[in-house]
């Protein structure tokens, strides 16, 4: 087949059949990742996808999407409508095929029609064969056509024209109604979950409005356009910082099919704020895009300083760690066929793109230095005074590193070591408090359970250049007991634990120390989170008694299920669980440690952007928004729990 004919003109010969809806409703999770309410919110993203493309493709410029009173969903374009005639593979109308084939739309087929879609990526049919309906509105040549499905995604009828409508209107409606026997949680959308990925939809597709609706609600409505893209992005997330200089850099290029845009801005903190992007799809673990883009920005960065005498020589260059502190950097890529790698899948490989991306930013960037000198200043100097504090930092490490080896005594004294050297079963608590550090060491298994008590609050690292973090006492201990080292010495093999658990209460002071300590490991241990090590424990907030069973419940919503499985004439006594501290060393142990009755919650990376921002809101120095969140959140200690 020529591929040229399908990138540039629908062809539909490209839909290949390849396996039937019924596979999807055995094994959702193999196509849409999971059952759960990410799973469900997916369908939802599957068909904005489609209607993203179009918009790529140049024909649509705002996209509706509704959550109806009945918990369906509509989707509405105003691109060129999905084409209608018969198609000649399957005998169907195109509309039909694409939402009763599996993998068609052209994708799959080897074409290059798709340039948006999620993760799995795998189209419309997949919405149908999880809906209880699903109904299709075409608008294309003055007519109005119509189908519906049920059944697990069976055509009720053919696709027929049920009514006219003006030449110019031209579009796309889906409405489906999710299939409550496939979801396990439930079918009831969530509308700050779609606000805000379609936030970011808007961000990254410059120019195109994209509305939501909440029928279930009286006016409730949100609408994004983004004329100024990226740029609007960096500028959002830069509101709770300072920024150093006022013009935002925004650079785009095109090379061989690959898109690159680039837009930044620094701040006076000294953290790397970087989010990359391909095909609209957030990359957390980077990839050659990424790659690409920070080469060249310490390179030209390095160039600039020292062909304007602010570096004196070679022997200074600045790193990427310095070139990087304080940026807010959004990086999107579109390409038209990616290749992911990496632990979630989310790394992108293609080799080609690190030169591409390089180059692209490169040109960008060297020209916005020379039209913006002072803009170039002020960056240089921030990235200069970064290299002279990397150095302390190195010194002062070097110092870490010499008394975790002399002063042992002194350090051991905090940490109350497991007797196991045995990483893979071993697991450190760090606990909030003398006193629950206490009980924590009576009630704990000392064979695999170390613990090590936090005195206070640990020093922010948001606020704090790495060299002041590095003389805490507290974070020394931290970086002494997990053996791992930092920077240029971190060693994720050298991990002396397979678990770490966070242990605080559930109050706000709780969650403020647990906040603190993830900002720390996000920043200074990103490895071992992402690797999954580490966990917050789950302290129940209720105890019921009846007769002689004693059953701890972790929030409210347990509480009221166990209570509903009593008979009802039975007695039962329901406290509220005392803060850590109050705990004995049974209770605790009883509660929160043993590992065959504690619930923990493991803590991921897979919302790392917005985790970033409430770390920066909460932690930043802007007074402003972190008000703002703390009033926007009440239940504010649950709300740090993701
Ligand atoms: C509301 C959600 N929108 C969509 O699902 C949607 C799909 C879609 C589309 C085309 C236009 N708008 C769309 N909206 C389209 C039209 C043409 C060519 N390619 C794409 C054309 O008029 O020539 N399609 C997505 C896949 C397909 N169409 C196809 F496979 F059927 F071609």
Not at 43 to 71: F, P, Q, R
Not at 417 to 433: N, P, R
Not at 491 to 499: C, F, H, M, S, T
């Amino acid at each position: 087949m020529n591929e040229e004919k399908v990138l540039n003109n629908y062809d539909s010969s490209s839909i290949q059949v390849l396996e039937g809806l019924e596979a999807v409703r055995k094994r959702p999770g193999m196509y849409i990742g999971t059952t759960s309410a990410a799973g469900l919110h997916h369908l939802v993203w599957e068909i904005v996808d489609n209607a993203i493309d179009e918009a790529l493709a140049g024909y649509c410029s705002h996209i509706e999407v509704t959550i109806n009173k009945d918990n369906s969903v509509t989707v509405k374009d105003d691109g060129r409508g999905i084409p209608t005639e018969i198609h000649p593979k399957t005998g169907k109308s195109t509309v039909e095929t694409v939402y009763t084939v599996l993998h068609a739309g052209g994708k799959f087929g080897g074409g290059g029609y798709k340039v948006s879609g999620g993760l799995h990526g795998v189209g419309a049919s997949v919405v149908n064969a999880l809906s209880d309906w699903l109904e299709v509105k075409v608008y294309r040549d003055g007519k109005v056509y119509y189908q519906r499905y049920s059944n697990g995604g069976h055509a009720e009828d053919e696709l027929k024209v049920i009514d006219t409508c003006d030449k110019d209107r031209t579009g796309t409606t889906v409405t489906f109604l999710p299939d409550d026997g496939i979801f396990t949680e439930s079918i009831v959308f969530d509308f700050d979950t779609l606000s805000k990925r379609l936030r970011q939809l808007a961000f990254l597709n410059k120019g195109l409005r994209i509305t939501l609706y909440d029928d279930r609600v009286a006016d409730k409505k949100v609408s994004y356009c983004y004329e100024g893209g990226l740029t609007e992005y960096v500028e959002m997330l830069n509101k709770t910082e300072k920024p150093i200089h006022e013009t935002i850099v925004d650079i785009a290029g095109k090379e061989k099919d690959i898109s690159i845009e680039v837009s930044l801005q620094y701040n006076e903190s000294f953290n790397p704020r970087v989010y990359s992007f391909v095909n609209n799809i957030i990359t957390p673990e980077g990839g050659t895009h990424e790659e690409g883009v920070k080469r060249a920005l310490t390179q030209v960065i390095n160039k600039y300083a020292l062909n304007n005498n602010l570096l004196k020589d070679k022997d200074q260059s600045l790193s990427g760690e310095d070139v990087q502190e304080g940026i807010t950097m959004i990086i999107s890529c579109k390409h038209p066929n990616p290749q992911f790698e990496g632990q979630t899948k989310t790394k992108l490989g293609n080799s080609e793109v690190r030169a591409v991306a390089s180059k692209i930013f490169s040109d960008g960037f060297e020209r916005f230095l020379l039209e913006h000198p002072n803009e170039a200043r002020v960056v240089v100097e921030k990235a200069i005074t970064a290299g002279r504090a990397r150095l302390a930092a190195k010194k002062a490490r070097e110092l870490t590193r010499r008394q975790g080896d002399l002063d042992v005594t002194k350090f051991f004294g905090k940490l109350s070591d497991c007797k196991s050297k045995d990483a893979s079963i071993s697991e450190i608590f760090i606990v909030e408090g003398d006193s629950a550090g206490g009980s924590a060491i009576k009630g704990r298994d000392s064979m695999t359970q170390a613990i090590l008590p936090l005195r206070g609050k640990i020093l922010n690292v948001e606020k704090a250049r790495k060299d002041r973090a590095l003389s805490n006492e507290e974070i020394r201990s931290i970086i002494t007991a997990f053996g791992t080292g930092i920077d240029d010495d971190f060693d994720i093999n050298k991990l002396r634990y397979n678990k770490i658990i966070i242990m605080t209460d559930a109050d706000v002071d709780g969650s403020h120390i647990r906040v603190l300590l993830l900002t720390l490991f996000y920043r200074f241990f990103r490895p071992i989170v992402e690797a999954g090590h580490v966990y917050a424990a789950q302290p129940p907030l209720f105890v019921i008694k009846h007769g002689k069973t004693i059953k701890y419940v972790l929030n409210e919503a347990e509480r009221d299920e166990y209570l509903a499985t009593l008979n009802p004439n039975t007695k039962y006594d329901v406290m509220r669980m005392k803060g850590l501290g109050e705990m004995d060393a049974e209770e605790l142990n009883e509660t929160t440690m043993d590992i065959n009755k504690r619930v923990l919650r493991q803590i991921t990376l897979e919302d790392a952007m917005e985790a970033d921002e409430i770390f920066s809101k909460l932690m930043g120095d802007e007074v402003g928004p972190r008000r703002e969140f703390i009033e926007e959140n009440a239940t504010f200690a649950t709300n740090l729990d993701y």
